[in-house]
């Protein structure tokens, strides 16, 4: 009997998800960003919700869950009903999170909808800073061990693991400060507090133009098109590559109609012009990658991210 009521109910449930997903959206969906207003993720989640809304023809609502690298908001995600009504926009630290902390959940149980855009990181330095480009940056760093003060948005984040990236390519030692997103280091490079930092494009634009930091650097292979006279770390030091991105998730277990038609949305929005331009004027990369591509894509770099920890022998405290 007891074997009979599990098999009922998977079927139960299978049965009510498919006729959840034959009459979706009817409500609210929610967008869950795990981090700060104010960064990359945030700038990029406000506007697209904004225009998925008008191809859904239901509300989008921005949800910000910062906290612990970004595995807060993760994880409510990790464990909403799978119904189409809760979805996750993040950044690439959802593959490195992984390798360096112990989560309450299992990140590729999560169901991958797209990837929206790439946005590398830019190093920037705050204009009072003892150098004013990669290599007297580089130099004044080996001549001064340890005095070269670079804010991440927190340890294991992209921006952290370009900074461990660049001090071991460079064979120089950094002060790491790590703050609780990317809107904390910015502000403190803004006051002098530190003396650089990486961060995404989108978040740094308005201060580059301003002249409030200078752009020292793209961890990008290659240069960035809204930045042409900012040289890639790779220019200096020779593979040196770090890409960041975001995408969007749902749920473990979604069903793959309701993803199509997130999916839908999602790609007619990114076609507008105006979109596309606005972003690019930003330093995204505008782009959207089908479901299964981005799956693939998304569970290889967990595993680079463990190859890169080992063979850097790096740990997270």
């Known amino acids: 009997m007891r074997l009979f009521l599990t098999f009922f109910l998977a079927v139960f449930c299978q049965f009510s998800l498919a006729a959840n997903a034959a009459d979706y959206p009817n409500r609210t969906i929610r967008m869950i960003i795990p981090f700060a207003p104010g960064g990359g993720s945030d700038a990029l989640g406000r506007v697209l919700a904004e225009k998925i809304s008008g191809e859904l023809g239901v509300a989008v609502i921005v949800d910000n869950k910062p906290g612990a690298s970004s595995i807060i908001g993760t994880e409510a995600v990790a464990k909403a009903a799978p119904d189409g ?3 996750l926009l993040t950044n690439s630290a959802i593959t490195s999170n992984p390798t360096f902390f112990k989560l309450p959940f299992d990140t590729q149980s999560l169901v ?6 790439n946005a590398p990181q830019l190093l920037v330095a705050y204009p009072g ?3 004013k480009n990669l290599k007297e940056l580089l130099a004044y760093a080996k001549a001064n061990p340890g005095k070269v003060t670079i804010g991440t948005a927190g340890a294991g984040q ?4 370009a900074a461990e990236l660049l001090e071991k390519s460079s064979g120089t030692e950094m002060t790491m400060v790590h703050y609780k997103g990317s809107g904390g280091a910015l502000a403190d490079l803004l006051g002098g507090q530190i003396n650089m930092s990486f961060g995404t494009a989108p978040g740094l634009m308005q ?6 930091v200078i752009p020292i650097a793209v961890s990008s292979g290659q240069r960035m098109l809204s930045l042409p006279n900012v040289p890639s770390v790779a220019e200096v030091l020779p593979g040196y590559d770090i890409n960041n991105w975001f995408g969007i998730f ?14 839908l949305a999602i790609t007619k929005s990114l076609s507008s012009p105006e979109l596309s331009k606005k972003f690019g004027d930003e330093g995204f990369d505008i782009i959207a990658t089908p479901p299964d591509k981005f799956e693939k894509s998304f569970k290889q770099e967990i595993l680079y ?4 920890a080992k063979d850097n022998n790096l740990k997270i405290d």
């Open 112 to 117: 991958a909808i797209t990837k929206v855009a």
């Open 305 to 308: 991210w463990q190859k890169f």
């Open 85 to 87: 009504y809760t979805i």
């Open 129 to 131: 800073a003892p150098f």
């Open 250 to 263: 749902a749920p473990p277990q979604t069903p793959r109609p309701i993803v199509d038609r997130i999916y």
């Open 207 to 212: 201060h580059i133009r301003s002249g409030k």
């Open 158 to 161: 992209i921006s952290h693991l």
